[in-house]
């Protein structure tokens, strides 16, 4: 008990420390803006004046900021982002700054070039204090910001359900999408707040729903914001299995929530919608499963092994997929099944056996079609060509055009052609000659009664 008491005794004292700091700093920024300003202040000009008062609303020098509005600063000036010291107060959390703002007649649904009101700063940065004050003094809850985002999608997005409250009581549409096409509880469920999620379902909104690009709630859920803990995304997914949500559903990708949460690495919301029965054979529209999504982006090579491992284990084998695959064939066609070792052929009864499978003389080498090295399949594929018909004792023919060379004229190119048959023949002979110097006197002399 007494360490305890202790404990609460230094947290306090820290409390009060930091706050007196704080407070400190403050009054040292409001002291010197102040001498600042009686310093210019005889030859100070009205604009350096309502700059002057951005500066002090900012630092929330209640004192100066009533000074600067007496000697004529305006509270409907500009800074470079068309933005009225009110919205300053607001995205600061500046109470007393608000109230002596509005007193002074400040607009307070005037907007920034973005379309931003002080409401939208407050609600954006958690403000509640600042919200509620300027809703209650009449502020326009539907007057959006950038990119056309509601003061209802900010709050729901930074997850204070007290404002959202606050905005829905005073007529603010959940409906409403952004610019995007996104609603505030598309917001709330990228955030991973499970509050403004619930508060937002209850006003009737289907969570089978589909949203841009064919996504679901559930999508969103399982791919969260980057800076969201996993813990708190899996109580909003848990949330929204336990509601109904469709776990197979698909969005315009043909990628499903377990594909969208392994692309994402998010190992623990995969495991939990594994748990639920989500499918983990499905592909989508590139032909790619889970597991293979996971191993894109990286986490095949230990990041994640324990996802690669549910995944894995989740799911049928290659061999296995084949066979059933090939069965299922055989079962349309009427015609017996033959595998093994993971190989299935089905056989139609119009079809011969086939014996064997003829092999390539030269591997297949990928050229530019009308580069270089001409249709030929590379400088690589000819020279592999070449040494195995000159280990074979012949001598290969090639074309100008199959080198890729450019003759001006026939003459020149039927010289070219015919200088490298005497190249090449010499080479077979070099080449015989040596091989028959390596190899046993008899051997050397049937290749000489040959030769």
């Known amino acids: 008990m007494y360490c305890h008491l202790v404990f609460l005794c230094s947290v306090a004292i820290a409390v009060l420390s930091a706050t007196s700091a704080s407070l400190g700093a403050d009054s040292e920024r409001c002291q010197e803006l102040s001498r600042r300003f009686r310093t210019a202040k005889p030859q100070i000009t009205a604009i350096e004046v309502s700059l002057t008062l951005f500066s002090a609303t900012d630092a929330n020098c209640t004192a100066l900021s009533t000074e600067l509005l007496d000697y004529g600063a305006s509270v409907d000036a500009r800074d470079r982002f068309g933005a009225r010291p009110l919205s300053h107060a607001a995205r600061f959390g500046h109470l007393e700054m608000i109230d002596l703002l509005l007193a002074h007649g400040a607009p307070i649904d005037a907007r920034n070039l973005a379309g931003a009101t002080a409401l939208y700063f407050a609600a954006e940065g958690g403000r509640t204090s600042v919200a509620l004050r300027l809703i209650e003094r009449g ?29 829905l009581n005073s007529g603010a549409d959940e409906r409403v999408p952004d610019e995007t096409g996104k609603l505030p509880i598309i917001y709330a469920a990228a955030g991973a707040r499970l509050d403004v999620m619930k508060r937002l379902l209850a006003r009737q909104v289907d969570i089978n729903a589909r949203y841009p690009n064919e996504l679901t709630l559930l999508m969103w859920a399982a791919g969260p914001d980057e800076k969201v803990r996993e813990a708190r995304a899996i109580e909003v997914v848990a949330y929204l299995l336990d ?13 499903t929530a377990l594909m969208i949460a392994a692309e994402g690495g998010h190992a623990e919301i995969a495991n939990l919608l594994l748990a639920r029965g989500a499918d983990p054979t499905l592909k989508d529209k590139a032909g790619k499963r889970a597991l293979d999504l996971t191993a894109q982006c990286g986490l095949r090579q230990g990041q994640q092994p324990r996802l690669v491992h549910q995944l894995a284990q989740s799911q049928p084998s290659l061999a296995q997929q084949r066979v059933s695959g090939a069965r299922d064939q055989a079962d349309r066609l009427g015609v017996p099944v033959a595998a093994g070792r993971g190989r299935v052929a089905v056989r139609r009864r119009h079809q011969a056996p086939r014996l064997g499978r003829r092999r390539r003389a030269y591997p297949r080498r990928r050229g530019h079609a009308h580069g270089r090295w001409g249709r030929a399949g590379g400088r690589q594929g000819l020279d592999i060509r070449h040494e195995r018909e000159l280990r074979r004792g012949r001598c290969p023919l090639v074309g100008g055009a199959a080198r890729g060379e450019r003759s001006g004229s026939d003459g020149r190119r039927i010289a070219a052609r015919a200088a490298r048959r005497g190249r090449c023949r010499a080479r077979a002979r070099r080449l015989r000659r040596n091989r028959a110097a390596t190899q046993p006197p008899t051997e050397a002399l049937a290749m000489s009664v040959v030769g």
């Open 139 to 167: 502020a326009n809850v539907k007057l959006t910001g950038r990119s056309g985002i509601s003061p209802v999608a900010a709050a729901a997005y930074a997850g204070n359900d007290a404002i959202v409250e606050a905005l």
């Open 243 to 255: 509601a109904g949500a469709h776990i197979d559903d698909r969005d315009t990708r043909g990628r």
